[in-house]
């Protein structure tokens, strides 16, 4: 076996249907007790789920959180924080919630719990990606890490059909980029194959019976193990294009995180044989091809496979080139122009992934 290094999060994690209610439990054990509550303005209503089961200690309430973690949001949040006397932070929703409540703690130095109620995986990473100026950048930090996580199934029964589609593969994104990591080691492999084998089987279920049970129950599962792929090792072609030009465009993250993924894979494929057998083993119909096996998913999945239907200009192309291939980072495969403009195209026209790149 080959040498590797490993580590194990830190984070505290409350898994199961109706944990909500043992969010109060979960302060105390932190010797924490006026919580600072967050949500975007459509989940307003978990809110009041949470004031009613954490009754008059709640110290404050911001309901703002946007999309991409804007810098202004964040200082408008922070003033409130400050002036609420609060000791702690509970986020509550996707990823835009969890990211705000980040952004707080690491400023704050205040205890963060994070109640997830997508598929993004975000609550259980150190990094926070802020856009400031449209410009998006991205830190880890270990301090950054929510320090409990709480993940309560029947948040997620009403989680629409499109936003569970979009961001159970913004979950799968993680674990395909974990498996060809260049600090990737044999616990986070397990991790990524049985999360991607999670969401991939009940994703599909979840578009026909939205209301299952058991399939909820077993892709929050899958998003918590490819969450944990994301904050154990480094990222590298997929989530550099997803988040600069999420970040640069104003594009919606989990849509494109899921329009880029198979095109990102197929660039690597050449490069990473072992991590693409992995991946095609745990992708249904995939006849040991991951490309294949994934833009199989897509199709059942029913979602949007091209960046023009997000807004995206074909003029823009050009410019996110330009970007994707600024700034120099790992990858298994070198950052070409040329390749990497004809990905971003097809990705933009909304074609399916070939391994010709």
Request: a negative charge; charged letters at 20%; proline letters at 6%.
């Amino acid at each position: 076996m080959d040498s590797f290094e490993y580590n194990s999060s830190p984070a505290r994690v409350v898994f199961g249907s109706g944990t909500i209610k043992k969010v109060p439990d979960e302060l105390a054990r932190a010797n924490v007790s006026k919580p600072f509550l967050l949500s975007t303005p459509q989940q307003v209503g978990h809110i009041d789920m949470l004031k009613n089961v954490l009754g008059d200690v709640v110290s404050g309430v911001f309901t703002e959180a946007t999309m991409h973690t804007p810098v202004e949001v964040t200082e408008k949040a922070l003033e409130q924080l400050k002036s609420s006397g609060a000791d702690s932070i509970v986020s509550i929703g996707g990823g835009s919630t969890v990211g705000l409540g980040k952004a707080l703690s690491i400023r704050s130095g205040l205890f963060h719990l994070t109640i997830p109620t997508t598929y993004a995986g975000s609550e259980v990473t150190p990094i926070l990606g802020e856009t400031d100026a449209g410009k998006k950048t991205t830190r880890s930090d270990l301090r950054i890490l929510p320090s409990t996580v709480v993940y309560d199934v029947d948040l997620t029964m009403t989680l629409p059909v499109s936003l569970t589609a979009t961001s159970g593969v913004n979950a799968i994104a993680h674990s395909v980029e974990a498996l060809y990591a260049r600090n990737t080691n044999p616990i986070i492999n397990l991790l990524a194959q049985e999360g991607v084998k999670a969401l991939a089987s009940s994703l599909p279920i979840l578009i026909s019976d939205p209301s299952s049970q058991a399939a909820r129950s077993s892709a929050l599962y899958g998003a918590w193990l490819c969450g944990t792929c994301l904050g154990s090792v480094g990222m590298s072609i997929h989530h550099k294009l997803c988040h600069t030009l999420g970040g640069s465009f104003n594009l919606p993250h989990s849509e494109t995180h899921t329009i880029f993924l198979p095109h990102a894979l197929s660039y690597n494929a050449p490069k990473v044989p072992v991590a693409m057998e992995a991946l095609a083993a745990a992708l249904p119909e995939s006849e040991g091809d991951a490309t294949r096996g994934l833009n199989i998913l897509l199709q059942k999945l029913k979602v949007e496979r091209g960046l023009k239907a997000l807004g995206m200009q074909e003029s823009d192309i050009d410019k996110a080139a330009d970007i994707a291939v600024s700034n120099p980072y790992w990858n298994p495969r070198p950052i070409e122009r040329g390749p990497i403009r004809e990905l971003i195209r097809r990705a933009w026209a909304g074609e399916e992934a070939r391994a010709d790149l």
